[in-house]
């Protein structure tokens, strides 16, 4: 018999035992890789934030409206190049099950000025520029509702208390946006009788040099107002909505670390068993003229044999959800993007190696130094 098939052989003894084993090394692997990849997607959405792009909100809360007129005085500061109004609708479509989008009035004409990541084309573009009640959606929600240009959807109100009735005239495709649905912002001031309101601006600039002379000048325009703004570039208006919810990192890092523990003391018991059971297998192989080394290395074998096995199911299983699952629909567009690279999953192999090496070396340190005497005299 091979090495190999001896090291199989011997952590299959106990199927139940090891095969349960396994799958709490995978369930661990799988709730490890989906918290680091959560962490990973904060980082990377931060890293595709646009240096050029401010967003002006309300200074004291980020759900507050601003008026319609700031924007007119935002247009003449110096370097900026667009504005656009942003306001958030929170309506639902069909039911809340299906609303796995959000949705954002506009003012098309600068739009695509101040998102130049968007690509539409040109007839879509100009067709959803004509009409007021259009909008345009992201290429990933057309698919996933089978929407197609000219469909009629409606958006029941939550947040204003009045529906819209939007035709779909342009599918886009961006990296940062597939997850909206945008439609003109005069549609909105309409239906709700023209308050002249907006919830936020974005504002593209002509350098990164000239953004913290931009950023000063609009907030001090409005600071002895009733309405004072906060502007800041579009990476800080990211930071600022995650810290929202609270120190994440921090969170992760503790429960990654109560669940390594855990499965720590799930391994070094199971292979503390294992090993007790064969003590006095152990000083045969040391009677017919195994080392200490070569016993500890079959023991210790067994260990990570087992756990990278279940870091493989645990890491395999990652790399299915984030590809068959809809992750933006079912945190209802709050993740735009979920992908679980190969750095992520050869690190949930390494912790599985690691695993397995840690909970396996005292017991298999044990057994390797008993002498022949003491393990054939062992009762157990």
């Avoid at 439609?183 to 953004?211: C, K, M, Q």
């Avoid at 002379?213 to 609009?218: A, D, E, M």
């Avoid at 000083?283 to 870091?311: D, H, N, P, W, Y």
């Avoid at 493989?312 to 079912?330: E, N, Q, R, Y």
């Amino acid at each position: 018999m091979s090495y190999q098939g001896f090291v199989w052989k011997n952590g299959m003894r106990n199927k139940r035992r090891t095969v349960l084993t396994m799958l709490s090394v995978a369930l661990t692997l799988f709730v490890l890789s989906m918290l680091v990849t959560f962490i990973s997607e904060f980082d990377r959405s931060l890293e595709r934030a646009n240096p050029l792009r401010l967003v002006t909100r309300y200074a004291v809360s980020v759900i507050a409206l601003l008026p319609a007129r700031y924007r007119a005085q935002i247009e003449k500061v110096p370097g900026v190049v667009a504005v656009t109004p942003l306001t958030y609708f929170g309506g639902i479509y069909i039911d809340p099950a299906h609303t796995d989008f959000s949705q954002y009035s506009c003012d098309p004409q600068t739009l695509f000025d101040v998102y130049p990541e968007i690509t539409l084309p040109e007839e879509q573009k100009q067709a959803f520029l004509r009409e007021r009640v259009a909008a345009i959606v992201g290429r990933k929600k057309a698919e996933k509702h089978g929407w197609k240009l000219g469909d009629h959807i409606t958006l029941k109100g939550e947040i204003f208390r009045h529906d819209v009735e939007l035709t779909i005239r342009g599918i886009f495709s961006s990296p940062v946006a597939e997850g909206a649905v945008y439609f003109h912002h005069a549609y909105l001031e309409e239906i709700l009788d023209n308050p002249g309101i907006a919830g936020l601006y974005l504002i593209r600039v002509d350098a990164t040099e000239s953004v913290p002379r931009i950023t000063k000048t609009i907030d001090t325009m409005f600071r002895n107002t009733s309405a004072p703004t906060k502007t800041e570039t579009e990476r800080s208006f990211q930071m600022s909505m995650i810290s929202m919810l609270g120190n994440l990192k921090l969170l992760i890092a503790t429960i990654t670390s109560v669940i390594l523990f855990t499965l720590l003391l799930v391994t070094g018991n199971t292979m503390a068993m294992s090993v007790r059971e064969r003590i006095r297998e152990v000083a045969v192989l040391k009677s017919l003229g195994f080392r200490r080394r070569q016993v500890l290395l079959l023991l210790t074998s067994e260990g990570v044999m087992i756990t990278l096995a279940g870091g493989l199911i645990g890491c395999t299983a990652t790399h299915l959800v984030s590809k068959f699952v809809d992750m933006p629909g079912l945190t209802q567009g709050f993740f735009q993007r979920f992908e679980v690279t190969w750095a992520i999953t050869a690190l949930g192999l390494v912790v599985s190696i690691l695993v397995g090496l840690m909970g396996t070396a005292i017991p298999a340190y044990h057994a390797a130094n008993l002498t022949v005497a003491d393990g054939l005299r062992h009762v157990g």
